[in-house]
Nanobody, 123 residues
Framework: VQLQASGGGLVQAGGSLRLSCAASNHAYLMAWFRQAPGKEREFVSTITSSPRVTYYADSVKGRFTISRDSAINTVYLQMNSLRPEDTAVYYC????????????????????WGQGTLVTVSS
């Protein structure tokens, strides 16, 4: 599975951005992670294919919304009320096979990764 992320950019605090990630093939699980300068990669959100279930990191819950269009194998991350601490490189990730819920937030559970897209939130 090849992943191509897009949609990053510079936005002021309180603004919005929408990230997209197009996959070359269907994946059961598609997720977004992020890595800020000097920090480890962290889980942001993930979505299953069927049934459609979503999970979020506490830090983005209520502000970010993940969705997917299975017809075109694309996952989206709508980011609202952005904060300077959301500044990071955002990576999309995919896993073809099913996995138990408790493992869905772990980076090592994902087999394929996109190249990353930079989101910068100015104060």
């Amino acid at each position: 599975v090849q992943l191509q992320a897009s949609g990053g950019g510079l936005v002021q605090a309180g603004g919005s951005l929408r990230l997209s990630c197009a996959a070359s093939n269907h994946a059961y699980l598609m997720a977004w992670f992020r890595q800020a300068p000097g920090k480890e990669r962290e889980f942001v959100s993930t979505i299953t294919s069927s049934p459609r279930v979503t999970y979020y990191a506490d830090s983005v819950k209520g502000r970010f919304t993940i969705s997917r269009d299975s017809a075109i194998n694309t996952v989206y991350l709508q980011m609202n009320s952005l904060r300077p601490e959301d500044t990071a490189v955002y990576y999309c990730a995919a896993r073809v096979g099913r996995i138990i819920t408790s493992y869905m937030r772990r980076a090592e559970s994902y087999d394929y990764w996109g190249q990353g897209t930079l989101v910068t939130v100015s104060s």
